[in-house]
């Protein structure tokens, strides 16, 4: 590709950086010095500019060593990976995590999302505001980072070369300790998540007992079990049991797994992909999280399992960057399996190949959404794509391709385990198997709960130990911003698909916030549409315009005195609502009027 | 090719084949309409090899780019040949049935191993036999080249060359296949067409052939004109050395700066008895005339038809009145016409176009109502039903062949005349770049954000070993002559290879440097190798 | 005369429209299936020239079946769909979209079309009250384009044109996130110093005149600009042996701005900066012409 490139040359550090991902250039024409071969032959043209995917790690690379991207660094990527700058600029552009102006080494990101305001995020936040100046420079405001289970939560990120680099969850943060790192120093390391639930759980048995980095650990709890089963099934076999299991997509969709993966299966357009979506960015929600820290081998194993009965040969974990623990111990852990020959070109001796490439998500809601997902394992933009084509047809690279939630696939484990019937026998009729919650807000115990399908809100909610004492409830928050709030009267609502669909609400991602009547719901309200203002990708109208003017119809609603025109107001809202809902190209649009109209429009909790 | 001297495919071939050489092209620059149908083939998944000396824009989007050494395109041509013999990929069922001559050309070529070709061009062995597999292998495949392959003392065999690679393996004659130049000038394919070639008439019909001969002649009322091949232009020029060409009407050109060695072509304009320019510009060829006719612009002014690179013929149209005393090609010619005795009227450039139709089978069928109805038509077009044609020398694919084998020309590598020697030890060529035309008279006239003023290119190697900087003046010279120019620090050129453009003849004449060598042939001159030497300026007093 | 592999013959597909039953060729597009009913669809993002990017909303319609509206105009006609273009629902989201586009952007430049939907739609983007804009100042960095994007809807077009759809310089991207996203050059660098070669196919394609070619924008400037004073000839372009059809438009004997027709096969709508700009020449001679 002819690219121009005029900024200045990029510095030692960052030629560093980007060669630590894609080694040195072998030529002049990659940015490299000149050998006499150079004279006379250049390669390039489609094997090069099949480097793209390589992007996002590229940044990522030169971020975590600068702690910002410069023209010179972009360009010396964009040289390498022949990608236009411009191009690349509206990559770097549209990652919340990728910093385009200069900035000290260290970043502190304070959440001030829904579970962290009811736990004072805003006062520290203030309080920081005073000691430090305004978000955006050494300290910054974020969205939900999801640790709401210890609220409220930070994240420290110090870049420098790897050996120095470093990347920590800090929950709960006070004010001293986020004093303390601003002034450099050093987080402690913190206490890991326990489950803290009494009685059965299945997905989350290992959490808490295996050690997760250990193969063995986890093979002596009955680890890598299914993948032997799924081996002797073969595909068509495993498939009739996750058909059998009646299994639904835990992502928020709640489409039939069965049929999914049947459909890739089944595509004759070759190779196939899998994709394990781990960017869980829904506030409030950390159930994949918790699976991946606690128990990565189990992610591993299903993926695995995914990979033999759908054909593909390459999987994708894309894992949300404000989760570096996570990442590490699923690389890690995808090291222990390769090794062990669990992945590779011959996994168990079975002559079926496949391996999984983690690729780290970089600051955007968005890319939870499976085709901005892909757009962004291919360097892209996280832009959504619209459906159809659908991934099973057109996904990743245009292949066939499967996409399935963490939560979904280590279900996985138990219906070969058990087998489908068996699975299918758990929860109610149309929603089988156990839930993932993420109680977080003003619960005694906010955490993670695993009930069948069906348990009530209310049964949910005494089970993260109530509310506290002379306390109200307010509302729930179900199913995180894309949800939508329910109220007392609700609260026998059964947690499953069809349950919820009965009174207007989803189960979403599995998250539920709760609110008491301390809880400030307009602050609640008006963080919503600054987040969807925030995360909105921006490429469709109804979306890019229609979450600006939703926030600023819900400040003047909140602001406004004279009832008349706060009920022009709400007239409005309605009216954005219907268009971001109807001809919004992704579920972002089209979900995100969706608390705020429950909480204004439906429930009138605030309002004329 | 063949015969009738077009590009054998259609653009949008490009899109649809698997593999385009692009050979001495920066297409990019030069043809950036044409590169767009290129890169929709690329995008389509089409590899694309570009040989040139230097690594243009066209080159930044090959798969492989071969920078072969200036001048030394037939014994890369050659190799890749005996590559693809010697690897079996030759299409024999092709060149049984449809080409003659075979037998001397795989002669010729079994003597250029790869060794030899690396030594010759400069480029690899490996990668000129990948790109000769690939060639060979691909089931469509074009070639494609402009003046880095014409602007040589042997351009001609040059053309040969790659003619040749297309017989070898059949790709030529089929969709998505074939051989195509791609034409400098919005009308040069046209000028060709209608006979502004020394031995041929309208429909590139042969002059030199009695019944052709007697066909215009009767159809002109009895007219009397020559029947032998006429001189091309560095022939008019030798001529007017010898003073056997004494005086010249010149229409629409500026040899004064466009002609290599332009000392030289001054110095004969200026002698001649009599010379007559006709031209929208008072060009610096004009200022040398007689007698200058101000004309009206071809393609805003008048009407009319031009043909482009995929022989499409399209309607010109008058957009604009020409200025106060400035008029019609046609109007002029038809004035001359009176003037010396013969009053042709005023004739429209439709009825001058149905007269060419009339005598040319292959525009018989372009109407203007169907030019202006299809968007032009692709000649052959020998009826008003016929469509107008895609791809040229299908006949070679019939069994048995229809008319003429395709025969294949034995060509030897020739290296450029202007040799390098320790005195002038830097190779110059020349070329166009993407916002600038030939000698600028018509580009001068907006303002390029891309314009950067003349500079001699070359590589920031070289400029070390010269102790020069970026930018500074220095003086290169020729065997012909020399110039002062600013170096400019080019880091896609090779040590050794310098770039110079023709565009700014008021800011640095390069046409002083450059050797009118010319293809016996073409009568191209070989523009594209000079060999100069590069000297600090002496500051005064020093 | 070739034979060419043209693909296979296409089954027709029997959809309905409004009700009204028609056959059309497996592969068209629904909104290629309004426009053969003569249903005129609002459309800002789409040209047939550049792939479908259905970001504007503006063209949805209803499909039997689908829980959400779809974009026509790269939406492809499947046998039996049962397609809405004037409900109730279409006409709140093209309302919406027409409302909320013209709430942030100056769309007064736009064609007369898109007033007319605006009326038809019965659009008042003034009902938002004071909202945010993407008002900005006028960039004029060099002298062949003008870039004012407090006039840019976001169709993508200019992006397209300049990378993949047809250019393939990709000197502008899209760039930034949500209500901030924007075309731009990298880091926003002035077009000189960008990859920008001045095609002018991104001015080509906008639909808004947030691009627009210099000449154009001083005319306006100095009231001069009159399309009802402009007679537009096709012809060729006197450069290079490509054989690009330009679209002169002239004004008092003076070529004022040159485009190309988006329906012929060497061009498709988009030119070189020779082309584009290179006819200043012709103009110029009265000046240089001497005795």
Known sequence: MDIRTTGGPPTADEIAAVDGILGSPESIWEGGGRSTQDDHLARGGHAARSQRPLLLPVLHAIQDRMGWVSRGALEYACRRLSIPPAEAYGVVSFYGRFALDERPELALHVCDDIACKGAGADDLCSALEKAFGPSGKTWHRSACLGLCDRSPAALVERAGVPEEREEHQVAP?????????????????????????????????????????????????????????ALELGSEGVIREVTEAKLLGRGGAAFPTGRKWDAVAKATVRPHYLVCNADESEPGTFKDRVLMEADPFAVVEAMTIAAIATGCEQGYLYVRGEYPLARERIEHAIGEARAHGFLGADIEGAGTRFDIEVRRGAGAYICGEETALFNSIEGKRGEPRNKPPFPVQAGLFGKPTLVNNVETLVNVLDILGEGGAAFASIGTADSTGTRLFCVSGQVRVPGLYEVPMGTTLRALIELAGGLREDRTLRAVLLGGAAGSFVTESQLDVPLSFEGTRAIGATLGSGAVIVLDDTADLEQVLLRIARFFRDESCGQCVPCRVGTVRQEEALKRILSQRETSLREADVALLSDIAQAMRDASICGLGQTAASAIGSAVIQLKLVGP | MFGAGGGTSSYREAEETDLIILWGSNARETHPIFF????????????????????????????????????????????MAREIIHEGLANQEFIGRATSGYEDYARCVEAYPLERAERETGVPGEAIKEVAHAYGRADRGMICWTLGITEHHNATDNVLALINLALLTGKVGRYGCGLNPLRGQNNVQGGGDMGAIPARLPGFQDLQDPAIHQKFSSAWGGAKFPDKKGYHLSEMFEAMEHGELKSAYIVGENPARSEADQTRAVRLLSGLDHLVVQDIFLTQTAELAHIVLPAAAGWAESEGTVTNSERR????????????????????????????????????????????????????????????????????????????????????????VEGPRAPFHAVEHDPPVDQLTEEFPIRLTTGRRLDSFNTGVQTGGYTSPLRTREALLISPADGASLGVLDGERVRASSRRGSVEVPVRFDASLRPGLAFMTLHFPDQV????????????????????????????LVTAGA | ??????????????????????????????????????????????????????VCRVCVVEVEGSRVLVPACSRKVEPEMKVLTDSERVRHSRRLVLELLASSVDMALCAQQVHGWMARYGAKPERFGAAATVAQPVK?????????????ILCYKCVEACGVDAQNTFAIGVAGRGFDAHISTEFTVELPDSACVYCGNCIGVCPTGALMFKSEYDMRQAGTWDESQQK?????????????????????????????????????????????????FVQQRSRETKG
């Not at chain 1, 390391?189 to 295996?210: A, E, F, H, K, S």
């Not at chain 2, 005023?346 to 176009?353: K, N, T």
């Not at chain 3, 002239?250 to 040159?258: A, G, H, T």
Request: net charge neutral; aromatic share 6%; glycine share 8%.
């Open chain 1, 173 to 229: 943060i006070t004010l001293e300790a986020a004093q303390a790192i601003l002034r450099g120093g050093r987080p402690e390391d913190q206490p890991r998540p326990q489950v803290v639930q009494r009685g059965t759980v299945r997905l989350l048995r290992r959490v808490g007992v295996v050690d997760p980095e250990s193969i063995d650990s986890y093979r002596k709890a009955g680890g890598y079990a299914a993948l032997r089963r």
């Open chain 2, 36 to 79: 767009h149908h290129l890169l929709r083939g690329v995008r389509n998944g089409a590899r694309l090899i570009a040989v040139d000396p230097r690594r243009t824009g066209s080159g930044e989007w090959a798969d492989l780019w071969l920078g072969l050494d200036v001048g030394s395109d037939i014994s890369l041509a050659n190799a």
């Open chain 2, 313 to 400: 013929v399209q309607r010109v149209r008058r957009a604009l009145q020409p200025p106060a005393g400035a008029r019609d090609d046609i109007e002029i010619i038809s004035e001359l016409a009176r003037r010396l005795g013969s009053d042709w009227g005023r004739p429209s450039a439709e009825a001058v176009w149905d007269e060419c139709r009339s005598l040319s089978p292959m525009h018989a069928g372009m109407a203007y109502r169907r030019l202006d109805e299809l968007g032009g038509i692709q000649w052959p077009c020998y009826d008003e039903d016929h469509p107008g044609t895609l791809f040229l020398h299908e006949r070679l694919w019939q069994d048995p």
């Open chain 2, 509 to 536: 004449s390069t046409n002083i440097l450059t050797i009118d060598a010319t293809d016996p042939k073409s009568g191209t001159a070989e523009f594209k190798a000079s060999a100069i030497r590069i000297d600090k």
């Open chain 3, 1 to 54: 005369m070739n034979e060419v592999f043209v693909g296979l013959p296409k089954r027709m597909v029997k959809i309905s429209v409004d009700g009204t039953d028609v056959q059309v060729p497996e592969g068209t597009t629904i909104l290629e299936a309004c426009r053969r009913l003569q249903i005129d669809t609002p459309t800002l993002c789409q040209l047939e020239t550049l792939t479908p990017v259905n």
């Open chain 3, 140 to 152: 004029i960095d060099n002298d062949l384009y003008v870039r004012d994007y407090s006039r840019c």
């Open chain 3, 232 to 280: 537009v000839t096709e012809t060729v372009c006197p450069y290079c042996g490509v054989g690009c059809m330009l679209e002169l438009h002239v004004q008092d004997n003076s070529i004022v701005k040159v485009t190309s027709p988006l329906d012929h096969s060497v061009t498709a709508g988009h030119l070189c900066v020779k082309g584009r700009f290179g006819f200043q």
